[in-house]
């Protein structure tokens, strides 16, 4: 509480204003404030942090020799280059619909060959995000969803096999997301493809979260995000070379 002190000690003139002090408790101000933390403490609700789960290529086998690695590792090698199309003062193009003009550049196996700064070996290839379409009951892939798709069919059809029962309630959710893992992760199927995923200098984010949404659609459990090198915009400048795209 305030309380106002008023000194009447000692002569003081004739006329003299009274001196006063003012003496202030905060002692209940600092109660309340701990009162209002800890109110706030209890009623706030703590929000996890939202991150995005990559998952890496699994380790090779310690007891699969160099040679086996190797050629395992180049056929099933699949690099996505991501590329957006941009007008001459940066800003992204658009298509009628509004959607981003995205490239994606393609190669298999190991980078294309380069001798003196010339591309010797033309490997690489092009494609886009287009998604699903429906041939009548059928789904059509389209774009690089169906070069993933054909490349990871092995794992796909296994898992389309309990699809169809956790569709009949046979199976629940957990159960079928244990299974649809575990045949992700198994190392029996040697076909699965190893893609790793670049991005330009003019590719936009959205097209690069576009790219692993395209690992988690297709199943595909080994994939990771490198580096755009030089090599990759030689390659790239070569490809719009030998198809007179300027």
Known sequence: MAQIEQSDGGKKKKGAQKKMSI???????????????TFFML????????????????????????????????????????DTERDEAGNILTDEAGKTKDVIYYYSGFEPTIEKGVVTEHKLAAEHFVGNTMDGSRTVQNGIR????????????????????????????????????????????????????????????????????????????????SKFTSNDSLIIADYKQQNGIQ
Request: proline share 4%.
């Open 43 to 82: 009623c706030t609700t703590m929000i996890k942090s939202q991150t995005l789960s990559i998952a890496l290529p699994a380790p090779p086998d310690e007891n699969a020799t160099q040679e086996n690695s190797e050629s395992v590792g180049e056929s099933t090698a699949l690099t996505l280059i991501i």
């Open 146 to 225: 169906k070069i993933l798709h054909d490349r990871n069919s092995e794992v796909l059809d296994e898992i389309e096999k309990y699809k169809a029962d956790w569709r009949a309630g046979k199976i629940d959710d957990i159960a079928f997301d244990t299974i649809a893992r575990k045949i992700r992760n198994n190392a029996d199927y040697k076909n699965r493809p190893q893609v790793t995923i670049k991005a330009t200098e003019r590719a936009s984010w959205e097209s690069v979260i576009s790219a692993l949404d395209e690992m988690q659609i297709n199943q595909i459990s080994q994939y990771r995000i």
């Open 23 to 37: 003496h202030v408790d905060f002692t209940p101000m600092v109660d309340m404030n701990m009162l209002l933390i």
